[in-house]
């Protein structure tokens, strides 16, 4: 693993300078040298310098902002903290963009249900603190977005309460329509107070909903987007997208194609990605919107991946990545893949994989080298545990074993022990460690930018736990190889429609000391190892 690391210093800094010149397509493959094999023997890894993407494709990297990194010593993570932790973020483990949680003013912990869109909440920071975050963001190279939740507001929102007023005095008043009220209970409606007064409300009775039909609403929303993109961010994730319009599926895909369009027409680059917490066919119709989203149906302790990963078949899997990647192109030729594992709302990985570093690293990997833009979750690096109740699923980063500077409070609610969890400041010297690993997959994409771009065709391997796939791009062609069992597999590369020519430009290790090794067109692929073919 450490010479995978040395070899990729090399390589990227060579990337980095193809890049102003050419583009991101202009990375070479990777070098092993006498050299790097011996340089491996040092205690401590070479810092890796990963090129920034120069298109909208990235690595995101999703931040629970009050759980991450606290700057000033009051408990509570903060905008401030963010951007202390860019270089970790940037050049430590090698993401290249940022989702940030709602950072907006709102009476929880959580911050989804806000009281005023264009502010910040004071335990956070201010807005200063987040044009100074997304300003030297930008100079790493890092992509900012935020959470936009307009499905909802807070109750304690000024829209709400004047509403509630004027209804309650016999008034008339435009925010009346802001919301959706009746004087009749309703399913999904919630009784304010003791009064006759019933509020759609889908979430909770402190979330009432926003009515988006409403233009006054809509004029609302395109003034919130236009204020946060105007203030540094790149574009947003679209909260609760399903709950916009629960029973119109067609509706649902019709404001957010509105939302999107008004997005870029504040910013012609804006990236809107979109929660669809639903079926696949739900998901494909939503991509005509031209958002993108989730990547739901792979997700998650039930979704293609991990069953996939657990039933050690590659074949299923490399045939359903295909025939997803095609299925949303087809609904939109610009479409990228947003793959996942889990977030806020989900348990973290470490758990479902019972803390095998191996699965975690293989499940990585497998998720990282998709087709598109991934999101990791904060702490998914370190092997961080979370399940339960969402407060579990949000606990405090783990940057040192020792707490101190930065540590912040559990959530309220947040009882999850992470005592057995390596933290960021051990694994950063450990080559084997999980966030050396997570680094390395992301090195590598850096080196191949069509793992992230290409076309992608599943390719037949002589055994079904190899999960083999193509990415072709600007006229190149590489072939990736995975092995999802815990023995090794020896594939013939012809047999696959791999042309002769071909050459290891690269592997990864998720287990063992053992490398792939190509003799003629016989690649020996050992437990769990991925490698990287080219043709010359």
Not at 228 to 237: T, V
Not at 325 to 334: C, G, L, R, V, Y
Not at 393 to 412: E, Y
Not at 481 to 488: A, F, P
Request: charged share 20%; hydrophobic share 40%.
């Amino acid at each position: 693993m450490r010479a995978r690391r040395i070899a990729a210093a090399v390589t990227a800094l060579l990337a980095a300078v193809a890049l102003t010149s050419c583009g991101s397509s202009g990375a070479p493959e990777a070098l092993r040298s006498p050299a790097a094999s011996a340089a491996s023997a040092r205690p401590t890894p070479a810092p890796v310098a990963v090129p920034a993407s120069s298109d909208a494709y990235r690595n995101y990297y999703e931040i629970f902002v009050g759980s991450f990194y606290d700057s000033n010593g009051d408990g509570v993570g903060d905008l401030a903290g963010v951007t202390e932790k860019l270089s970790y973020i940037r050049d430590d483990l090698g993401a290249d963009g940022i989702w940030l949680t709602p950072i907006s003013p709102s009476p929880s912990y959580h911050k989804y249900d806000i009281t005023d869109f264009e502010g910040v909440d004071p335990s956070f920071g201010t807005l200063a603190d987040f044009e100074a975050l997304t300003a030297a963001a930008h100079r790493k190279g890092i992509r900012v977005l935020l959470d936009l939740v307009v499905q909802h507001t807070s109750s304690q929102h000024p829209w709400f309460k004047k509403a509630v007023a004027a209804l309650q005095a016999g008034e008339s008043s435009p925010y009346i329509d802001y919301y959706r009220f009746a004087r009749t209970p309703e399913p999904g409606y919630a009784q304010y107070g003791s009064t006759n007064i019933y509020y759609s409300a889908a979430f909770s009775p402190d979330m009432p909903d926003l009515n988006l039909d409403d233009p006054a609403v809509r004029t609302e929303i395109a003034g919130i987007v236009k204020f946060w993109l105007g203030k540094g961010a790149d574009g947003f994730r679209l909260d609760a997208t399903t709950s916009y319009y629960p029973h119109d599926q067609a509706a649902a895909a019709k404001f957010i194609d509105w939302l999107t369009k008004t997005s870029r027409a504040a910013d012609p680059d804006a990236y809107v990605v979109g929660e669809a917490w639903t079926d696949a066919s739900t998901l494909t119709s939503y991509y005509a919107s031209g958002a993108d989203f989730f990547n739901y149906p792979f997700a998650l302790v039930d979704g293609t991946i991990n069953a996939d990963l657990r039933a050690k078949d590659g074949t299923a899997l490399a045939a359903a990545t295909q025939q997803w990647n095609q299925t949303i192109h087809a609904a939109n030729p610009d479409a990228m893949d947003a793959p996942f594992i889990s977030n806020h709302d989900n348990p973290r990985p470490a758990g479902y994989l019972l803390r095998k570093l191996p699965a975690e690293k293989l499940t990585a990997a497998t998720y990282l080298l998709m087709p598109g833009s991934p999101f990791l979750y904060y702490g998914e690096e370190i092997g961080m545990l979370g399940a339960g109740t969402d407060p579990n699923k949000r606990m405090p980063m783990v940057w040192s074993a020792r707490g101190g500077t930065g540590t912040t409070k559990a959530p309220p609610g947040g009882t999850y022990d992470e005592s057995a969890v390596v933290p960021v400041d051990h694994q950063l010297t450990d080559p084997n460690s999980l966030l050396s690993f997570y680094h390395d997959v992301l090195a590598l994409k850096a080196q191949y930018p069509g793992i992230a771009r290409g076309n992608y065709t599943a390719l037949q391997a002589g055994d079904k736990a190899v999960l083999a796939f193509s990415d072709a791009y600007q006229g190149t062609t590489i072939y990736v190889l995975e092995n999802l069992d815990t023995s090794s597999h020896t594939e013939h590369l012809a047999a696959m429609g791999i042309p002769s020519g071909a050459k290891l430009a690269d592997y990864l290790l998720t287990s063992g000391s053992k490398k792939p090794t190509l003799s003629g067109h016989r690649l020996t692929l050992p437990a769990g190892a991925i490698a990287v073919i080219r043709v010359h």
